[in-house]
Every structure is written in C-alpha cells, then in structure tokens.
T-cell receptor, first 117, second 113 residues
Framework: AQKVTQAQTEISVVEKEDVTLDCVYETRDTTYYLFWYKQPPSGELVFLIRRNSFDEQNEISGRYSWNFQKSTSSFNFTITASQVVDSAVYFCALSEAFGGSQGNLIFGKGTKLSVKP | GAVVSQHPSRVICKSGTSVKIECRSLDFQATTMFWYRQFPKQSLMLMATSNEGSKATYEQGVEKDKFLINHASLTLSTLTVTSAHPEDSSFYIC?????????FGQGTRLTVV
C-alpha cells in the first residue's frame, strides 16, 4: 500500500531561520513520483517540485532545496532563510504512475509552517 | 496562468439543494481528472476519478449518487453535490495531469447552511 507520512504537524520558526520539512513515503512500485505543494490560506495548491524515482539528485531552487534519499524513502524539503511569506501548509505527495486513471496523488497530512517576524 | 480552472471558488447553499462545481483544463486535453475533498486542517483525500466518456470511479466510502461526476469533454469535468447537507461543507479541488505534472484547480469552498 502506498502512504505518505509527514510527522511534523506544525512548525514555528523565526524569520531567517532554516527549516526542514520531513516526508517519508511507502510504495511497492519501482517507478513513482514525489511532489511538494504549498497551500496558502487561500487554499490553492502551489506546485513546488516533482521528482521521479530514478532521479536521486538533490535539487536547489532559490531558498528551497530538496533531499531525496531512496534508501530511507524520504523526500525532505528545506527552506533556507525563511520569510513570513513562506507561512503555509506544505504537502508532500506520491504518485505511483503517470497518466491515465492511475495518476492520482496520495497526500501526506501536511505540515503547517508559521514564520514569525 | 492557471492551467486548470475551477469554478466557483466559494459557494454557500441551503441544506437540501444541489451545487455544481466545474473543472476545466485550459491548455491541454485531460482524459482523466481527479476530485479531492479537504476538510479543515486535514489533508486532501481522493473522492473519485473522472474519465472522459465513461463512468467515474469512486473511492471507498464516497457515495456516487450524492457526488455526481460528469466528464463529457476532454476539457471539462463537473462535480454535483446533490441534496447537500452541512456535513458536506468542505473544500473541493480538482486535478488534471499531462505528461509532466499534476495541475490543480483553485478549489471550491462549499458551505451548506
């Protein structure tokens, strides 16, 4: 069975601190995709990154970075020098296939990040 | 700009009435769309998979007669909440995929009073 676990329910940091959001997944497939989304209070899901299971390279995009470790089934997300605008709920998600009727995402429970000035 | 457009963004309806939510893929054809529901402070849960030209596939525990899904074209799927009750109040969000990623609509916040 596929599952995504985000153990941190809420995190509170002070602006400029670095923060890491944890994501652990379970799947039996060898081909799968991992995602991170940001959900601000407005509710819309903002796409941050997609990573396929064959690409273990870590990625950096501005203040955001992702660490994908297949050995520990983890796909952690780090925000460097956090800002108040980073405050949101962040979801990690897993997809076991791409396209067609199997392309739905399985979401973790989300981590609410609060960045205080 | 938005690749998947969902309307309305907010709706308040009286108990017992029906509400229709539209989900359109703007830049690509989507043979499959997904409908999720999110209760306050909870995660997104898949309700059903909408297939163009055929019946939707519902997840366990989701009433197909209550949540009617129609996917009549490659760019439009609709979710109708029939005989809505206060417990149906939730955030509903649709998704469509192309070859590269999953796109989400803006979501619809439904309040049944």
């Amino acid at each position: 069975a596929q599952k995504v676990t985000q153990a941190q329910t809420e995190i509170s940091v002070v602006e400029k601190e670095d923060v890491t959001l944890d994501c652990v997944y379970e799947t039996r497939d060898t081909t799968y995709y991992l995602f991170w989304y940001k959900q601000p209070p407005s509710g819309e899901l903002v796409f941050l990154i997609r990573r396929n299971s064959f690409d273990e390279q870590n990625e950096i995009s501005g203040r955001y970075s992702w660490n994908f470790q297949k050995s520990t089934s983890s796909f952690n997300f780090t925000i460097t020098a956090s800002q108040v605008v980073d405050s949101a709920v962040y979801f990690c998600a897993l997809s076991e296939a791409f396209g067609g009727s199997q392309g739905n995402l399985i979401f973790g429970k989300g981590t609410k990040l609060s960045v205080k000035p | 700009g938005a690749v998947v457009s969902q309307h309305p963004s907010r709706v308040i309806c009286k108990s017992g009435t029906s509400v229709k939510i539209e989900c359109r893929s703007l830049d690509f054809q989507a043979t499959t769309m997904f409908w999720y529901r999110q209760f306050p402070k909870q995660s997104l849960m898949l309700m059903a998979t909408s297939n163009e030209g055929s019946k939707a596939t519902y997840e366990q525990g989701v009433e197909k007669d209550k949540f009617l899904i129609n996917h009549a074209s490659l760019t439009l799927s609709t979710l109708t909440v029939t005989s809505a009750h206060p417990e149906d109040s939730s955030f509903y969000i649709c998704s469509a995929r192309d070859w590269s990623q999953a796109f989400f609509g803006q979501g619809t916040r439904l309040t049944v009073v």
